[in-house]
């Protein structure tokens, strides 16, 4: 079986995605090994664990961010995870997190990168951004992450257009529907051996 270990600190919509497909058989051989939150109530956290799934919160209290990911580390190599995925995930990693998995993290961003990506640009101000630039479309982009915020090498991106009415909220609604296409798919590729 090829693990999965998600990180996640908020909703965890994409996550619901990745676990609807795994029901339904489309991700075969894809197992959800661990969700793991810096937030106690996150929500990705009771989505997991109400569908039966191993949830693990670590406290970053009075935890320098080097202990953190040390702690990560540990959780991920105990449950013996094949890729780990960022899902919502508001914390940047250490560069000893990233070098004990190279090329085995993946984050989705919500927007075209490298447009509206880097250090700042999360959440709903990725959306505003766009709308402030006038852009005729946005989507999301699959990527490795590296050392840096937002620098890895693309994986794939899904393109959807920008329409006069649109507001950050609807603009948000429309790429979200394209990472639960996206994300269980580069999973599968994944899993597959297509992407090394």
Same mark, same amino acid.
């Given at each position: 079986?090829?693990?999965?270990?998600?990180?996640?600190?908020?909703?965890?919509?994409?996550?619901?995605?990745?676990? /609807?497909?795994?029901?339904?058989?489309?991700? *075969?051989?894809?197992e959800l090994?661990?969700?793991?939150?810096?937030?106690?109530?996150?929500?990705?956290?009771?989505?997991?664990?109400?569908?039966?799934?191993?949830?693990?919160?670590?406290?970053?209290?009075?935890?320098?961010?080097?202990?953190?990911? #040390?702690?990560?580390?540990?959780?991920?190599?105990?449950?013996?995870?094949?890729?780990?995925?960022?899902?919502?995930?508001m914390r940047?990693?250490?560069?000893?997190?990233?070098?004990?998995?190279?090329?085995?993290? $993946?984050?989705?961003?919500?927007?075209?990168?490298?447009?509206?990506?880097?250090?700042?640009?999360?959440?709903?101000?990725?959306?505003?951004?766009?709308?402030?630039?006038?852009?005729?479309?946005?989507?999301?982009?699959?990527?490795?992450?590296? #050392?840096?915020?937002?620098?890895? #090498?693309? $994986?794939?991106?899904?393109?959807?257009?920008? /329409? *006069? /009415? /649109?507001?950050?909220?609807?603009?948000?609604?429309?790429?979200?529907?394209?990472?639960?296409?996206?994300?269980?798919?580069?999973?599968?590729?994944?899993a597959e051996?297509?992407?090394?």
């Amino acid at each position: 079986m090829f693990r999965i270990g998600v990180l996640a600190s908020t909703k965890g919509t994409d996550l619901q995605a990745i676990i /609807d497909e795994m029901k339904v058989e489309k991700m *075969p051989g894809v197992e959800l090994a661990v969700v793991v939150s810096n937030k106690k109530n996150a929500y990705a956290l009771e989505r997991a664990a109400s569908q039966g799934y191993k949830t693990v919160f670590i406290d970053p209290k009075d935890k320098t961010r080097e202990q953190y990911d #040390e702690e990560l580390v540990k959780v991920m190599k105990e449950n013996k995870v094949d890729l780990v995925c960022l899902i919502g995930y508001m914390r940047i990693l250490t560069s000893a997190f990233v070098r004990e998995f190279p090329r085995k993290i $993946i984050n989705v961003h919500p927007a075209l990168m490298p447009k509206f990506s880097g250090p700042g640009f999360f959440g709903a101000n990725v959306h505003e951004e766009v709308l402030k630039a006038g852009e005729k479309e946005t989507g999301c982009t699959i990527h490795f992450v590296d #050392e840096g915020v937002d620098t890895g #090498e693309i $994986i794939l991106q899904k393109k959807v257009a920008v /329409d *006069p /009415d /649109d507001t950050p909220d609807t603009l948000k609604a429309k790429v979200q529907e394209l990472e639960k296409k996206a994300y269980p798919q580069v999973i599968l590729e994944f899993a597959e051996g297509k992407i090394k």
